[in-house]
């Protein structure tokens, strides 16, 4: 081959693989707009769930605002958490709101296996369309590395538990019925820190890639049967369990937050939940490089790059 050839051969495989380059994040931009901003105009269709829904960890935070947002779209909802009170204060909520009839269930999902004969036993007889598995927790209330942890053995264990047996478990006892009607859906929700590597946070961080992972593969193995699963990993939302930080473009309530991630149903199976959030985790994924950089400096790096975003569409 002459040198000349060979050059353009070169140019032609640059081209390439620039084009292929260009078309991607064409395509990421299209797939984001379909899910962010078509889904505000032509909401998914709830009243085809006609009957309950399951929402775990109700009392607070993104679990009680799925329960409440839910029995505004016209469903009952079972209430699922360890504090009593709080779950009669939500379901007073709900009924006196939306006029939605509510159960409430009281366990605590730390305690293993024990607990879903009595759960399964509360829901045998409804008749349930969808399910949020919400319930979850850290090990810790500051970032800390694993073997600092105080009682780390019973951490484990409550982790474990909580984040991923909850899930599990739960969809075990709703699936079939579910598949009996053939329609369902079941949001799972996991978190952008089991997206990536998360230091400090690196039990948390990996029962929610389980989260991601297991209601990914449960998605492709049941969606021909009228089931969606769908797996939501937003970034930060102010709730308890984030100690609860002051609100902002990038921060979201749990109420703005769900609103806008139940649009997403039916236009993306896995989802950062809101336009914010997706743009925080496109900076991420494809701007910066995980090796040289943690994840708590990425997700700084993102924020600035959204803020400054912000500014040119105000002076524009």
């Given at each position: 081959?002459e040198?000349?050839?060979?050059?353009?051969?070169?140019?032609?495989?640059?081209?390439l693989a620039l084009?292929?380059?260009?078309?991607?994040?064409?395509?990421?931009?299209?797939?984001?707009?379909?899910n962010?901003?078509?889904?505000?105009?032509w909401?998914p269709?709830?009243?085809?769930?006609d009957?309950?829904?399951?929402v775990?960890?109700?009392?607070?935070?993104?679990?009680?605002?799925?329960?409440?947002?839910?029995?505004?779209?016209?469903?009952?909802?079972?209430?699922?958490?360890?504090?009593?009170?709080?779950?009669?204060?939500v379901?007073?909520?709900?009924e006196?709101?939306?006029?939605?009839?509510?159960?409430?269930?009281?366990?605590?999902?730390?305690?293993g296996?024990?607990?879903?004969?009595k759960?399964?036993?509360?829901?045998?007889?409804l008749v349930?369309?969808?399910?949020?598995?919400n319930?979850?927790?850290?090990?810790?209330h500051?970032?800390t590395?694993?073997?600092?942890?105080?009682?780390?053995n019973?951490?484990?264990?409550?982790?474990?538990n909580?984040?991923?047996?909850?899930?599990?478990?739960?969809?075990?006892?709703?699936?079939?019925?579910m598949?009996?009607?053939?329609?369902?859906?079941?949001?799972?929700?996991?978190?952008a820190a089991?997206?990536?590597?998360y230091?400090?946070?690196?039990?948390y961080?990996a029962?929610?890639?389980?989260?991601?992972f297991?209601s990914?593969s449960?998605?492709?193995?049941?969606?021909?049967?009228?089931?969606?699963?769908?797996?939501?990993?937003p970034?930060?939302?102010s709730?308890?369990?984030t100690r609860n930080?002051?609100?902002?473009?990038?921060?979201?309530?749990?109420?703005?937050?769900?609103?806008?991630?139940?649009?997403?149903?039916?236009?993306?199976h896995?989802?950062?939940?809101?336009?914010?959030?997706?743009?925080q985790?496109?900076?991420?994924?494809?701007?910066?490089?995980?090796?040289i950089?943690?994840?708590?400096?990425?997700?700084?790096i993102a924020?600035c790059a959204?803020?400054?975003?912000?500014?040119?569409?105000?002076?524009?």
């Open positions: 081959m040198e000349s050839q060979f050059y353009e051969w070169l140019h032609l495989l640059g081209l084009s292929y380059l260009v078309l991607k994040q064409v395509w990421n931009l299209l797939v984001g707009f379909k962010h901003i078509l889904s505000r105009w909401r269709d709830f009243k085809k769930y009957g309950w829904a399951v775990t960890g109700a009392t607070d935070g993104i679990g009680k605002a799925y329960a409440m947002e839910l029995a505004r779209k016209g469903l009952d909802v079972v209430l699922i958490g360890r504090n009593v009170e709080k779950l009669e204060k379901a007073e909520e709900i006196k709101e939306s006029k939605r009839r509510t159960k409430i269930i009281q366990v605590d999902f730390t305690e296996l024990d607990i879903y004969a759960v399964e036993q509360e829901l045998k007889n349930i369309c969808v399910l949020v598995n319930v979850g927790m850290a090990y810790h500051t970032r590395r694993f073997y600092e942890v105080f009682y780390i019973k951490k484990i264990s409550d982790l474990i909580c984040n991923i047996l909850s899930m599990v478990q739960m969809t075990r006892i709703i699936l079939p019925k598949l009996l009607r053939k329609k369902g859906l079941i949001i799972n929700l996991s978190s089991g997206s990536r590597p230091p400090k946070s690196a039990m961080g029962t929610k890639a389980f989260v991601d297991f990914r449960l998605y492709y193995e049941y969606k021909h049967d009228g089931i969606i699963v769908q797996s939501v990993l970034y930060l939302v709730t308890n369990m930080p002051a609100t902002s473009i990038l921060v979201k309530t749990s109420d703005d937050f769900v609103r806008k991630a139940l649009n997403t149903v039916g236009y993306s896995r989802t950062n939940g809101c336009l914010s959030h997706s743009i985790a496109y900076i991420i994924d494809h701007l910066l490089i995980e090796n950089m943690t994840s708590w400096l990425c997700q700084y924020g959204m803020s400054l975003l912000v500014k040119i569409i105000k002076v524009n």
